[in-house]
């Protein structure tokens, strides 16, 4: 079994306002990552990733800071991460980020037309964050060469009506307080 499902399947339940949540390193920073599962993600990532002349990886913070960070080093492609903060930088674009449980402000710099970008995340859940980022991405000219989450939750998203096709490594559910695998190759 490779590590990242068993490290889902391994992964702690805790339950807030009802709802029942994995605990996992990839999406919560919790328990510890470990190299391991780090570098499996990430070589998984680049077979599954389209990179052929891509430009910049682009991932909001914090979540998709540390995969998108290996997937840069071991592709030598720079790293653009959203972050939650204004700089007021030229050419800064501002997006809302509309999830199941949050709305906030992002900003991204350094991405411009006509730059092929990859977007990664940890987790595609209500898929609020993924169609905020793309939709910004289209409204400032960036061609997006694909996009992809590490792990995929059970339920529609927000990206079900849109043509945008985000690829994952896994897909899992949480039931009767279990983390369940729906597909343990993702989709794409």
Do not use: W
């Amino acid at each position: 079994m490779d590590r990242l499902k068993r490290s889902l399947l391994d992964a702690p339940i805790i339950e807030k306002d009802g709802y029942h949540y994995f605990v996992h390193p990839i999406s919560d920073g919790v328990p510890m990552l470990e190299p391991e599962l780090l570098r499996e993600i990430t070589i998984r990532l680049i077979r599954k990733a389209d990179l052929d002349d891509v430009d910049k990886i682009v991932t909001p913070a914090a979540m998709g800071i540390h995969i998108s960070t290996a997937l840069s080093l071991m592709t030598d492609i720079p790293l653009v991460v959203i972050r939650k903060r204004e700089y007021g930088l030229e050419d800064e674009v501002s997006l809302t980020q509309q999830t199941g449980y949050s709305e906030s402000e992002m900003y991204i710099n350094d991405v411009q037309a006509g730059d092929r970008v990859v977007v990664l995340d940890d987790v595609l859940s209500t898929g609020g964050t993924l169609r905020a980022i793309t939709d910004a991405l289209e409204h400032v000219g960036a061609d997006v060469a694909d996009v992809l989450a590490v792990i995929k939750k059970a339920g529609p998203t927000e990206l079900d009506e849109t043509d945008v096709e985000v690829k994952t490594l896994i897909n899992v559910d949480v039931v009767d307080g279990e983390v369940v695998i729906t597909d343990e190759h993702g989709d794409g």
